[in-house]
């Protein structure tokens, strides 16, 4: 007997406009649970803004946003974080004072069940809850081959590290969704290679459901397992890549001149 | 020489006072991004409910157990009434919410404790230690000592727990903060009650040199130039502003002083703080803003 899954994440009929400015149309698509779901589309397409709206940073003027079972007509950052749903954004945002182990700690804080006096007076349990962190923020550390950076100041390191670093916090909380924001932005063809690497390992071992927004499609074809296509915050192809490949309104629209390239 | 040195130590001890009320600021300003006008009547409202409590006949430690338990509750109520509703607002806003806080907490610490001035004695002698023909006071040298340990007691809080992870990264990018599930509401009650209990410290010796009378809320206006000159993010800028602040103001005391016919400290702070402002914007520790885009 096999019962159906449900999806991960429904977005139902969603809009946002910014002082009039639409930036999200009526949008509607789902989220399966386990998959890779690359979000692309030319640049001001809305794509960041539907991040932030699936995260709690902005207030969607309509719509629902259904996260594993559960209607939200808007969600909160600190709700989302407690319900497992992970971020990476499109700038840079870690916390470029602190060291690499520091910053990944924090993706934890989420799991943190101290009161505010065991915290503060450092009993028992908040040592032994830090150790378990800082163990386990080494752990993902190993994983993405960061170790030997554990102990830097996060800012002094270059770009590419630094984009690591960031997925590893967004990650670290074992998170039930992560949102990825150009996760490879800004890398070179050798690095990118290697994130992909390790994102597609994070799903396909771990069984992490993941939204990625990405313009290299070379990538998104060989990481998603279904692409969402947004042009001016409307949704202009939804499904399986092969079938995005081929469509004639996101080639016309989005991929234009790299047509051939895509053909190849 | 010696005249010279003593001018200069008892300045520097000195400035450990404002540097104690600074530090007050830069918590606040560090977390949540508001120049918090009410510390001044924080520092007062604390030194204020000590003097009354010991007054009644309450024990002193008695008396700072109940004064640090009102300083708390209050920071709860500030963040729960004032600054989660102005959550987003400009920091112009948030600046005159902290004015008009700082007029509620003196009405009612009036209200409750009367207008008078009284005396507060920590039963520290105020006499003069000689070292070598070199003289120190001995309040001075005391008060020193509690602002160092002060100091090294928040950073290490802020540098080796997780609390201070977390409020290093609410200062640093608020969004990312909360999208990673730290409780920025939590980190800012946690901020706002440290602050309270900085400024009983500052406010304890501040009230046991000056008397614990209403004026003493001004004091604020000392770690003004302090702030500009140590910067407003920085703790240690904090403490080697008001060092800067104290030795500054001694010497210039002592040795322009009989130039200018005196009255020198009133302003010489601020004179100092503007020759920063020309040569250092950011304060001496202070972190330039990068615009993120
Ligand atoms: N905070 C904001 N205030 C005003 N307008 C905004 C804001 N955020 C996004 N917008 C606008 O919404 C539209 C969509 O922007 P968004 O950042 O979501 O695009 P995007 O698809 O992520 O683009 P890119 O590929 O360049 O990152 C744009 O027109 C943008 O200018
Ligand atoms: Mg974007």
Redesign the interface.
């Known amino acids: 007997m096999t019962t159906p899954a449900r999806p991960a994440l429904q977005v139902k009929n969603v809009s946002l406009s910014f002082k009039g400015v639409k930036a999200i149309s009526d949008l509607s698509f789902q989220v399966e649970a386990r998959e890779i779901c690359a979000l692309i589309g030319p640049n001001g397409a809305g794509k960041s803004s539907l991040l932030n709206i699936l995260n709690g940073v902005y207030v969607p003027d309509a719509g629902d946003i259904i996260f594993e079972g559960e209607h939200f007509r808007r969600m909160e950052p600190l709700e989302a974080a407690r319900r497992g749903i992970g971020r990476g954004f499109q700038n840079n945002a870690l916390f470029s004072g602190m060291s690499v182990i520091d910053n990944v700690i924090t993706g934890l804080s989420r799991h943190s069940r101290l009161t505010l006096v065991e915290e503060m007076f450092r009993l028992p349990r908040a040592r032994n809850e830090e150790r378990r962190f800082r163990e386990r923020a080494h752990e993902v550390l190993r994983l993405f081959g960061l170790d030997r950076h554990a102990a830097t100041i996060v800012g002094t390191l270059p770009y590419g590290v630094q984009k690591k670093v960031e997925l590893a916090r967004a990650v670290v909380a074992e998170p039930r969704l992560v949102l990825l924001d150009e996760p490879l932005a800004g890398m070179n063809a050798a690095e990118k290679q290697e994130i992909a690497t390790v994102i597609g390992r994070l799903n396909r071992d771990l069984g992490l459901t993941i939204v990625l927004i990405e313009h290299d499609i070379g990538i998104v074809l060989e990481l998603a397992h279904h692409v969402v296509v947004l042009d001016y915050g409307r949704k202009l192809a939804d499904g399986p890549p092969e079938t995005i490949r081929d469509n004639p309104d996101v080639i016309a629209a989005y991929l234009g001149s790299e047509r051939t390239e895509i053909a190849a | 020489m010696s005249m010279f040195l003593e001018t200069l130590i008892g300045g520097l001890l000195a400035g450990t006072m404002y540097s104690l009320v600074a530090i007050g600021f830069v918590l606040i300003y560090k977390a949540s991004g508001v120049f918090n006008y009410a510390q001044g009547s924080i520092l007062l409202f604390g030194a204020l409910t000590f003097v009354s409590l010991t007054g009644q006949g309450v024990p002193a430690p008695v008396a700072i157990a109940i004064t640090i338990a009102l300083l708390v509750l209050m920071a709860i109520a500030i963040e729960k009434l004032l600054l989660r509703p102005l959550t987003n607002r400009s920091p112009m806003t948030l600046f005159m919410a902290t004015l008009g806080l700082s007029y509620l907490i003196e009405a009612v610490a009036q209200g409750i404790m009367g207008s008078q001035v009284r005396a507060l004695d920590l039963g520290i002698d105020d006499l003069p230690i000689f070292v070598g023909d070199i003289m120190i006071s001995q309040f001075d040298l005391i008060a020193a000592g509690v602002a160092l340990a002060l100091g090294i007691g928040l950073s290490l809080l802020f540098n080796r ?3 201070g ?2 409020l ?2 609410v200062a ?2 608020t ?10 509401n ?1 980190i800012w ?2 901020v706002w009650a440290v602050a309270g209990v900085v400024g009983l410290v500052a406010g304890l010796l501040w009230g046991a040199r000056q008397g614990v009378q209403f004026s003493l809320s001004l004091v604020v206006l000392k770690a003004l130039p302090v702030l500009i000159i140590g910067g407003f993010t920085s703790i240690a800028g904090a403490i080697v502003g008001g060092l800067v602040v104290g030795a500054g103001e001694s010497l210039a005391e002592t040795y322009l002083g009989p130039f200018l016919g005196g009255g020198i400290t009133p302003w010489f702070a601020y004179a100092l703080a503007l020759v920063f402002l020309f040569i250092r914007p950011a304060g001496l520790f202070g972190e330039r803003q990068i615009e ?2």
């Open positions: 727990t997780r609390i992870i977390q290093r990264g640093d990018d969004r990312a903060a909360l999208s990673l599930g730290i409780d920025i939590r009650q946690i993120r885009v």
